[in-house]
């Protein structure tokens, strides 16, 4: 049972518009969110987190919008660049979990210039 | 001022051996964090350590597989009597102290089991 979900294996988008990345997640105790990017052969970077009591952080070109009725959450990237091309990594936290992250399967995205 | 460092890099074992993969958190970084990653899927959590003691093994399996966070030295994933479905990409991570701080990833150890 997938308590993170990200339903979208893959986005192709052109530099300098717009990446959307979206997150649904179904646990209702999760209060803290990241964003993770990964390369191929290495580890997860950490991009952007947003706690629950708020529904925006914005970070340059990254910004993170929580929508808590709808258990939704997405990453915005603009402008893109080619070397935002990577798959990105939803992950959620509940209080109390500490290190516990609940990841999704990822999106991979390829910015076309 | 090293991230977290993972050894090996890749690591082939037939079936039955024994895995030891190893990790040295970054500087300052007390807690440590093991996840699995099968092909096709995301991260899962393993196990969070810190030195000299598991806080939270709730995603290690039942057998074959435990850690360690000793006082001194890197921390260990042991995987005893590997089996195919042990292939996967291990990563460590590790934070500072407080709650609320972000995990940083090593880049992982490819277990191969033939």
């Known amino acids: 049972d997938q308590q993170v979900k990200q339903n979208s294996p893959s986005l192709s988008v052109q530099e300098g518009r717009i990446s959307i990345l979206n997150c649904d997640y179904t646990n209702s105790m999760f209060d803290y969110f990241l964003w993770y990017k990964k390369y191929p052969a290495e580890g997860p970077t950490f991009l952007i987190s947003i706690s629950s009591i708020k529904d925006k952080n914005e970070d340059g070109r990254f910004t993170v919008f929580l929508n808590k009725s709808a258990k939704h959450l997405s990453l915005h990237i603009v402008p893109s660049q080619p070397g935002d091309s990577a798959v990105y990594f939803c992950a959620a936290s509940a209080r109390g979990s500490q290190g516990n992250l609940i990841f999704g399967k990822g999106t991979k995205l390829s910015v076309k210039p | 001022n090293a991230g977290v460092m993972q050894n090996p890099r890749h690591l082939v074992r037939r079936r039955g051996q024994e895995a030891r993969l190893r990790c040295s958190p970054m500087?300052?970084?007390?807690?440590v964090y093991w996840y699995r990653q099968l092909p096709e899927e995301g991260l899962k959590f393993m196990v969070y350590l810190q030195k000299e003691n598991i806080i939270d093994e709730s995603g290690m399996p039942k057998e074959r597989f435990s850690a360690e966070f000793p006082k001194e030295g890197p921390s260990i994933l042991r995987i005893q009597q590997v089996v195919r479905g042990d292939s996967a990409a291990y990563f460590c991570?590790?934070?500072?102290?407080?709650?609320?701080?972000?995990?940083?990833f090593g880049n992982g150890t490819r277990l191969t089991v033939t």
């Open positions: 500087k300052g970084h007390s807690h």
């Open positions: 991570a590790s934070s500072p102290l407080d709650r609320g701080s972000t995990l940083h």
